[in-house]
């Protein structure tokens, strides 16, 4: 059998824009829209964005790849860095379930700096993308939930292939340059989970996946240049399946690869907070808006849910907006107040107001034994309101809004997207963006490049 990089370079290599099919197509352009939406507005509301912006944006260099906003172009890897960056520090970026990741923030600014540094057309990047989310995703399926449970960020650690995966496409590397692009890549996952268990150190979660884009993109470059990887970087016997996970589902890194494509089982996000408090946000608004009860007569809220949820979303004391959407009682009581947790409603406002402070307090959380055992199939939270009078009003939600099975609507996606980008942009530019990105095979990489 041939080794894993080999088989993944075979489906890179073959892989066609012109050979996908018309809804991996627009799926693709969803998540595109949807990330640098995304993307957009953590440049704007978020600190340590600017952070890295900044710093990368100083040092200047070889004028390669875009970083977002500076209409200046810069070091491709430095661009990749800087834009994944700002791509997950809200944490409303497009996720996978059951991989456990969030690919587009990493798949996406590689890819698009990549396009800028080989000159590539749309269609390319397009190829590029969707190939990048096949990869990253596999590998995340065949590793989770043994990687997690280990405290790697599954987004860091499968990253690099996916960037390199896409980069190397959209490059055109050959097969070899390509197998020698995870070869390197393999070498520099990284990524830690204990980013979502503190409440200031939240704030520099991004950092992976932003690693993550750079070493894929890097990888790709590398190889190009002639740089030879281990050909066995996955399942060698120091390998990174041995170094990362006690048990592999290796038949899920190939399993119907190039004939499947779970880009469709990606799903979006439509509140700015980790995944795994969306359930419980959901049912929270689906209650309260039944028991018509003003917030101040809410005495007790329970929920029940999955032990990772309480694991990777049980802050309890929020002092800072990253922290805040690593928290289940904080989101829940922010949703109900503000009747949404958009993007800029994690704001320092927000974490200072007592009124939210004190409904979060009032947030009781417990592992659900339903809940546990249909986790990781349903990810789901049965949350009970108790009001003054002492009625109750509960409901029950098995899968957040955005899910392939609970899907958005279009209008819900680009809502998302506008709101998110006319933060930084124009309302007029987040228009032309927007219908840019959705006729994406038609327009230049130019004119994409040209708004952001």
């Given at each position: 059998m041939k080794e894993f990089s080999a088989l993944y370079a075979d489906f890179i290599v073959n892989a066609r824009y012109d050979d996908l099919e018309p809804e991996v197509i627009y799926q693709a352009k969803k998540l595109i829209l949807d990330l640098i939406g995304v993307s957009l507005a953590g440049y704007k509301l978020m600190e340590f964005p600017l952070m890295v912006t900044g710093y990368l944006s100083g040092l200047g260099g070889t004028p390669e790849a875009t970083i977002i906003h500076t209409k200046k172009k810069f070091p491709a890897v430095n661009a990749a860095l800087a834009n994944a960056a700002c791509a997950h520090a809200l944490d409303m970026d497009d996720g996978h379930r059951f991989a456990a990741l969030h690919p587009g923030t990493v798949i996406i600014p590689a890819a698009i700096a990549a396009a800028e540094l080989s000159q590539a057309n749309t269609k390319k990047l397009i190829a590029g993308i969707v190939v990048g989310y096949e990869v990253m995703i596999r590998i995340g399926m065949a590793i989770t939930p043994s990687s997690l449970n280990r405290g790697f960020h599954i987004t860091g650690i499968t990253g690099p292939f996916g960037a390199a995966a896409a980069a190397a496409k959209i490059m055109g590397l050959n097969h070899k340059e390509t197998v020698s692009a995870f070869g390197i890549a393999g070498l520099q996952q990284s990524g830690l989970i204990q980013v979502n268990h503190e409440v200031e150190g939240a704030m520099v979660k991004p950092i992976n996946p932003a690693k993550a884009a750079m070493s894929g993109l890097l990888s790709s470059i590398l190889a190009e240049k002639g740089a030879k990887g281990p050909l066995h970087i996955f399942e060698g016997e120091d390998g990174y399946l041995k170094a990362v996970a006690d048990e592999v589902r290796t038949d899920l890194l190939t399993r119907n690869l190039g004939r499947e494509f779970e880009i469709l089982n990606v799903y979006l996000k439509l509140h700015a907070a980790c995944r795994h408090a969306h359930a419980s946000m959901d049912a929270a608004l689906e209650a309260f808006s039944e028991s018509h009860i003003d917030i101040s007569e809410i005495q007790k809220i329970s929920i029940e849910t999955y032990p990772a949820a309480i694991r990777l979303a049980g802050i309890t004391k929020v002092t800072a907006p990253s922290g805040g959407r690593f928290s289940i009682p904080f989101s829940v009581a922010l949703a109900l107040i503000k009747q949404g947790a958009g993007a800029d409603k994690y704001s320092e406002e927000n974490i200072g107001d007592e009124i939210i402070q004190r409904l979060a307090a009032k947030v009781q959380l417990?592992?659900?034994?339903?809940?546990?055992?249909?986790?990781?199939?349903?990810?789901?939270?049965?949350?009970?309101?108790?009001?003054?009078?002492?009625k109750n009003w509960s409901a029950e939600v098995e899968l957040a809004k955005g899910e392939p099975e609970n899907p958005a609507t279009w209008e819900e996606i680009y809502d998302k997207f506008y709101t998110n980008a006319s933060l930084l942009i124009s309302n007029k530019d987040a228009k032309k963006l927007g219908d840019i990105i959705m006729n994406l095979e038609q327009s230049s990489l130019d004119e994409l490049i040209s708004l952001v």
């Open positions: 417990c592992v659900g034994p339903k809940w546990e055992e249909l986790y990781p199939q349903k990810r789901g939270a049965t949350v009970n309101i108790m009001g003054s009078n002492g």
